[in-house]
């Protein structure tokens, strides 16, 4: 699609300035569709797929109707997760960079809230956040609805999902009626539209043609690598074929600090994301990472979710997912924005039938490729060298340094020899130990035949244990019910409760890391939960004034079964 300049869409000189200061020259087609609607003041449903710069379609037009002289609140943008609020917030303080004391803040459960109270009291102009904390804020009083003029639902399906129902319609009651409403989302299920039909002012559509479900940029290959080869089949792939940015995605906590660890000793600029990495941390790892100080990032799924990062090359899958659903998250996060990026997945015994699957859910091929040999690293690395040689020897750069090889030649050395020698060091300088695997005495085929007969390594997804029976927890790691105390949740199935919900809330609102929340067992009238002994008083503390499909609850150590539904 042809999409006209910015320069062309009617936006302030100063709004102007700031999206063409970040090197935007033109809009991505959801932009070029949804931003002159916008600015008439039309409400918008926009179906987009991330990646497409949906933050940038709502962002810019909610900034061109901003009055920076009213030191108070004018538009309100609600994400599902505190990860995707904080990336969002960044995003509007990078396109109204240029706006005169522009004021943007997020606000989530999990944070400090008297910062949260500061900067609403001081007139925010732009509020990011979660339903429940956003719904907090209003009934506080901290939040005034009466100023909103725009009002943004940015991935409104998940927030549906995800049990905020009742925190978003109470919000968007309490907006004036005469708001703009911009709903973003990936998908248009029933909830989704009967939501819309309630709260939308007859709005306009705006869809973008979804790509394939695996982007065909992607160039998808799988290993066959046995768990304890994994980090030296990781660092032949990093040597081999240097990418800006890279992903490694692991199941658990566990493998993400193992094989960052290991990385690290090894020489490379890496860096882990995992439930237990707080807040603070995690911010400043996104933030080196997309400065380029960190090149690899080591992540499980839930640490990964909600990550907005364009210029990422190569997603390496250290462990195959479970949910094919996953896997195609996982690589989507390379290719985007009509780059081409890799995606490289490691498979052993077993897990090969679940790379079928995934080609199956996909509809698309994965190559399977053979490990890249020490020789071939080696190639790559050398001739690399010679081409940096070249180009400094095409600018001159030796120049400085005749009279210390006028003094070797003087000495009996030849050229030849000079040249050898310099070529040694600077490998050896930038090369690495390498080490002994299997898989460099194997074919892939032989793999195949031989992975039924041996046994197979400890510790790695592809050669696991047998898999723990109990509910699913968001991919990371397997819960440990040592060190748990219970907690009571004062609503239950009567109210239309679900456990999705109640573990979503939690952690959406505490900001614990994953794994502290165990076993929910639903009642008629309550729940008892079990968390970590070590986050249970923080976790009570941080719902306190949230509520639960609309309604208030009391959460508090559980006494015992006197009472119980």
């Known amino acids: 699609m042809d999409t006209p300049p910015f320069a062309e869409l009617g936006l302030p000189d100063d709004l102007l300035a700031s999206v063409e200061a970040l090197g935007y020259e033109r809009p991505s087609p959801i932009q070029a569709m949804s931003i002159p609607v916008a600015l008439e003041g039309k409400d918008i449903i926009g179906l987009s797929e991330t990646g497409?710069?949906?933050?940038?379609?709502?962002?810019?037009?909610?900034?061109?109707?901003?009055?920076?002289?009213?030191?108070?609140?004018?538009?309100?943008?609600?994400?599902?997760?505190?990860?995707?609020?904080?990336?969002?917030?960044?995003?509007?303080?990078r396109l109204g960079a240029k706006l005169d004391r522009l004021s943007a803040v997020p606000v989530y459960g999990g944070a400090p809230i008297d910062r949260q109270l500061r900067a609403l009291r001081k007139g925010a102009h732009v509020v990011v956040g979660t339903p429940g904390r956003v719904l907090d804020h209003l009934k506080r009083g901290s939040l005034n609805p009466s100023t909103i003029r725009t009002v943004v639902l940015d991935e409104a399906d998940r927030m549906l999902d995800m049990g905020f129902r009742d925190e978003m319609e109470t919000l968007l009651a309490d907006m004036p009626q005469?708001?703009?409403?911009?709903?973003?989302?990936?998908?248009?299920?029933?909830?989704?539209?009967?939501?819309?039909?309630?709260?939308?002012?007859?709005?306009?559509?705006?869809?973008?043609?979804?790509?394939?479900?695996?982007?065909?940029?992607?160039?998808?290959?799988?290993?066959?690598?046995?768990?304890?080869?994994?980090?030296?089949?990781?660092?032949?792939?990093?040597?081999?074929?240097?990418?800006?940015?890279?992903i490694i995605f692991c199941n658990t906590k566990r493998s993400v600090d193992e094989c960052t660890e290991a990385l690290l000793a090894r020489g490379y600029a890496v860096d882990r994301l995992h439930g237990d990495i707080t807040q603070q941390m995690r911010e400043r790892v996104l933030r080196r990472f997309r400065d380029g100080i960190v090149e690899v990032l080591v992540a499980t799924d839930v640490a990964g979710r909600g990550l907005d990062v364009d210029d990422i090359d190569l997603v390496i899958n250290y462990d195959l997912p479970q949910d094919p659903e996953d896997y195609v998250h996982r690589i989507g996060r390379t290719g985007r924005a009509g780059r081409s990026g890799r995606a490289v997945s490691f498979a052993f015994g077993r897990d090969l039938h679940r790379m079928e699957t995934i080609e199956r859910y996909?509809?698309?091929?994965?190559?399977?490729?053979?490990?890249?040999s020490q020789e071939q690293v080696e190639g790559k690395v050398a001739d690399r060298l010679f081409e940096q040689l070249k180009e400094r020897l095409a600018k001159g750069d030796f120049k400085s340094h005749e009279a210390q090889l006028d003094r070797l030649l003087e000495?009996?050395?030849?050229?030849?020899?000079?040249?050898?020698?310099?070529?040694?060091?600077?490998?050896?300088e930038?090369?690495?130990?390498?080490?002994?695997?299997?898989?460099?005495?194997?074919?892939?085929?032989?793999?195949?035949?031989?992975?039924?007969?041996?046994?197979?390594?400890?510790?790695?997804?592809?050669?696991?244990?047998?898999?723990?029976?109990?509910?699913?927890?968001?991919?990371?790691?397997?819960?440990?019910?040592?060190?748990?105390?219970?907690?009571?949740?004062?609503?239950?199935?009567?109210q239309g409760v679900k456990v999705g919900e109640v573990i979503g809330m939690l952690y959406n609102e505490s900001g614990v890391p994953q794994g502290?929340?165990?076993?929910?067992?639903?009642?008629?009238?309550?729940?008892?939960?079990?968390?970590?002994?070590?986050?249970?008083?923080?976790?009570?503390?941080?719902?306190?004034?949230?509520?639960?499909r609309g309604k208030r609850f009391i959460l508090d150590h559980d006494r015992g079964p006197k009472g119980r539904d």
């Open 411 to 428: 000495q009996g050395y030849t050229p030849t020899d000079v040249v050898s020698v310099l070529f040694t060091a600077l490998g050896e």
């Open 516 to 548: 502290s929340i165990g076993h929910v067992r639903l009642f008629p009238r309550n729940c008892r939960i079990e968390v970590k002994a070590e986050v249970a008083d923080q976790i009570i503390e941080s719902v306190r004034g949230t509520t639960l």
């Open 178 to 246: 005469d708001r703009q409403t911009l709903f973003f989302s990936a998908t248009m299920n029933r909830q989704v539209t009967h939501f819309i039909e309630r709260f939308g002012n007859s709005p306009e559509t705006i869809q973008v043609k979804q790509k394939a479900m695996t982007v065909s940029s992607i160039d998808q290959s799988c290993y066959e690598v046995r768990q304890r080869s994994k980090v030296e089949v990781v660092s032949r792939i990093l040597d081999i074929e240097p990418a800006r940015l890279s």
């Open 52 to 93: 497409s710069g949906k933050t940038a379609a709502f962002g810019i037009p909610l900034l061109a109707k901003i009055d920076l002289k009213r030191h108070e609140t004018q538009a309100i943008i609600l994400c599902p997760t505190r990860e995707l609020a904080n990336q969002v917030c960044e995003e509007i303080h």
């Open 362 to 372: 996909t509809r698309q091929p994965v190559k399977r490729e053979r490990v890249p």
């Open 430 to 494: 930038g090369g690495r130990e390498f080490s002994k695997i299997q898989e460099d005495h194997e074919e892939p085929g032989q793999r195949r035949q031989r992975r039924e007969h041996e046994p197979r390594d400890r510790g790695g997804r592809g050669d696991r244990a047998p898999r723990e029976r109990g509910p699913r927890r968001d991919h990371d790691t397997p819960h440990d019910n040592t060190g748990m105390v219970p907690l009571f949740l004062s609503v239950g199935k009567q």
